[in-house]
């Protein structure tokens, strides 16, 4: 965890630039954001100009890691210290959620001229610019207060974009949610509180030399991961997300699916593998639930009704393949190999799905605006007038589905190589059932839209580009698989 | 060891968990909200007490002021009409429902009294010694049953801003208030404050576009949720 994690002393300083792309990356989204709330974009290029510096920031953060390996920054502020750091896991996450943001920011002022919310549009964009700054932040801090305070920023900026909607149901369903994320924020601050009063730290760095295995780090990992399990809605706890969901923006759907959810999960794997280095318990409890979540959110949306229910469902299950790898990921007693093999697995399925996920959600999106239904029905003849949406629609699934040759092929492999090795049946049977349940919900959308008896007329043309950015994302997600020893590089980087 | 009271502290806190209590329990919202204000004035209190003037300072504007202000805000958007109805919670709860919410925050704050247990000992032979953690400790294992209990939204966020008060304060006792907690705790009142902003600017909205019956009929999806 302490390599994997790069939670120790850096070998080289930083060179100058980095400092500025670090200041780039936490910044200059939000300033983009306040710029977008006055200027607001009709068109998809002012957005792609004003995003580009910030992607050129997170390259460049990465340019410097591959020199000089892991960066490090501290500050102490009035006795409190703060640390950053950025190594492999950090670099790919950050460009995850930096191309992801920009597309969903693509996206954008298509969908708002087409569905002509109203005046209140306008606040989506800062609040979509500190929800990327909180989220970068995140995969960056290395100390339990910014951690605390870059996850409530995300909470709340994420709170604050589902509510814009304004229809009865968003808020109520957007008031749940703030509820609960407020709730299981406390409960982490609650475990905090408990690390804080033992052990006296709150660098992470420092705490995995001081912590060992006593009731006190149990009780603030089950408090800690309670709170994070509500918010990243692993499966007992997810009863929140669909209604969020259904009633969200499709750009403000994405971002979440693809990568608030995501973030609590990264701090959970995080803080665990260093509060319960040896555990066996509570990581395979972890795990059955996951199949638990498989088989259910399968199910779900296997019966769902709303195009946007199946698609929410089907992160539910597919946040299952994370949750079965927690014994492979934490835990002493398991052997390097499925263990290196099962982290390669775990962070290509999670980046796979954020990509695949947010292509998935535009894609509907797009079907939704297009022929007016939410419903899954209401996609019938779709497949003469729509194909380009259908077919990213499949692409996407492909990857959810874990054929050859996307990132959830080769990700789900890499796993299932691994629980072979450890000889996890009962998790490889789960791996295959979640397979043929995610199969059976997406031709199910298919066999509605290849539906030619009910010809519709009247359909919605698209804003430029809505489909394009779509596809993108999509292709991303095929590519990831047939390109994986890229990523897999720049995450063995932090662990050699 | 022999036990040495602060009758302060001691009073403090009692007055603390009688105002929590009070608060969460009060159907009638504006007299809950006004309970809310003197319980957040008691907080400063016992900031002030734990030698934390910083944190008083902060949870005057930011808990007495600007969120209890939040309550009134919300209550406003209530129509006057039909007179004491809108500021009542009138739901009701079956017994099944009360039951296991009280089980649910019986084991946490069983679990959390162990592990505080675990890390002050002293407290097992003299726990007046500690009277504001033993008093935080009651005040989270109430508003987290009231939160899981309540319907009312309103009701709900104020059961929050109580639960994060309460942890706020085992924070401090804990870990006394070295920079470090006093940080956390700032950012917490912070959020807390950002958060109820936001729940009752939502509220508001969902008031006048749906009426008041609106804000109890969050039912089904949130129970499985705890």
């Given amino acids: 965890m302490i390599w994997r994690f790069g939670l120790y002393e850096s070998t080289f300083e930083p060179q100058w630039y980095s400092h500025w792309a670090l200041l780039a990356i936490l910044v200059l989204p939000i300033f983009i954001g306040l710029l977008g709330a006055f200027f607001t974009p009709r068109r998809l290029f002012p957005v792609a100009l004003a995003c580009l510096p910030i992607l050129l920031a997170g390259a460049l953060l990465i340019v410097d890691y591959l020199q000089v390996g892991l960066l490090r920054w501290q500050w102490d502020i009035a006795g409190v210290e703060l640390s950053l750091r950025f190594n492999g896991l950090s670099g790919l996450m950050l460009m995850i959620t930096q191309w992801v943001g920009t597309a969903a920011a693509m996206y954008t002022p298509g969908h708002l001229q087409l569905t002509n919310p109203g005046k209140h549009a306008r606040w989506l964009w800062p609040l979509m610019g500190v929800l990327i700054s909180a989220l970068s932040l995140i995969w960056l801090a290395v100390d339990l207060l910014t951690l605390y305070a870059a996850l409530e920023l995300m909470g709340l900026a994420a709170v604050g974009m589902l509510l814009l909607s304004g229809k009865p149901d968003a808020l109520k369903a957007g008031m749940r949610y703030l509820l609960l994320a407020l709730v299981g924020s406390l409960a982490y601050l609650l475990g905090v509180a408990l690390l804080l009063g033992y052990w006296g730290e709150l660098d992470l760095k420092s705490l995995v030399e001081v912590v060992e295995p006593s009731p006190v780090s149990w009780v603030a990992a089950a408090l800690i991961g309670a709170g994070l399990a509500l918010k990243a809605a692993l499966f007992p706890l997810h009863g929140w997300l669909t209604p969020v969901h259904e009633n969200a923006w499709t750009p403000v759907s994405a971002l979440h699916a693809a990568l608030v959810i995501k973030a609590s999960l990264f701090m959970l794997i995080m803080l665990w593998g260093i509060l319960l280095p040896d555990a066996l318990f509570a990581p395979r409890l972890v795990a059955w639930l996951g199949m638990l979540a498989i088989v259910w959110g399968g199910l779900i949306a296997w019966r769902a009704e709303s195009l946007k229910t199946l698609v929410a469902s089907s992160t539910v299950g597919q946040l299952g393949y994370l949750m079965v790898a927690f014994p492979l990921l934490l835990g002493s007693a398991v052997s390097p190999l499925p263990g290196a093999l099962a982290w390669e697995g775990f962070w290509l399925q999670l980046m796979g799905h954020s990509l695949a996920k947010a292509a998935m959600f535009m894609a509907v999106g797009n079907l939704i605006i297009a022929t007016g239904e939410s419903s899954i029905k209401g996609l019938a003849g779709t497949s003469r007038r729509l194909p380009l949406s259908l077919l990213i629609f499949g692409i996407a699934s492909v990857t959810l589905m874990g054929l050859p040759p996307s990132a959830g092929f080769t990700a789900k492999w890499l796993l299932l190589q691994a629980m072979v090795m450890t000889q996890q049946w009962v998790a490889v049977a789960a791996l295959l059932i979640g397979t043929l349940l995610t199969a059976a919900y997406v031709f199910r959308v298919f066999r509605y839209s290849f539906d030619e008896t009910a010809p519709r007329h009247q359909y919605q043309p698209l804003a430029p580009g809505m489909d394009l950015i779509a596809l993108c994302l999509a292709l991303a997600a095929f590519a990831l698989g047939l390109l994986a020893h890229l990523p897999l590089a720049l995450l063995q980087g932090g662990g050699a | ?226």
């Fill in chain 2, 1 to 226: 060891m022999i036990a040495s009271i602060d009758y302060v502290e001691v009073g403090v806190a009692f007055c603390l968990v009688a105002a929590a209590l009070a608060c969460l329990f009060d159907r009638h919202l504006k007299r809950a909200s006004s309970l809310f204000l003197l319980f957040a004035l008691l907080m400063s209190l016992s900031w002030w007490l734990f030698d934390a003037p910083g944190l008083a300072l902060a949870e005057l504007v930011l808990g007495l002021t600007l969120t209890g202000g939040s309550f009134f805000y919300a209550l406003n958007a209530f129509p006057a009409t039909a007179e004491k109805v809108p500021h009542y919670d009138r739901s009701l709860h079956r017994w099944s429902h009360k039951v296991v919410r009280a089980v649910l925050a019986l084991a946490w704050s069983v679990m959390i009294g162990g592990a505080i247990w675990f890390l002050l000992p002293d407290m097992a032979y003299s726990p007046t010694e500690h009277p504001l953690i033993i008093a935080a400790v009651v005040i989270v294992a109430t508003a987290m049953g009231a939160f899981a209990l309540h319907r009312h939204m309103l009701r709900r966020l104020m059961a929050f801003n109580v639960l994060g008060s309460g942890v706020f304060l085992l924070l401090a006792g804990m870990a006394g208030t070295m920079p470090g907690s006093q940080a956390l705790i700032s950012v917490g009142l912070t959020i807390a404050w950002l958060g109820t902003l936001l729940g009752v600017l939502l509220i508001r909205q969902l008031v006048s576009l749906e009426g008041l019956l609106a804000l109890e009929s969050d039912s089904d999806a949130t129970g499985h949720a705890q």
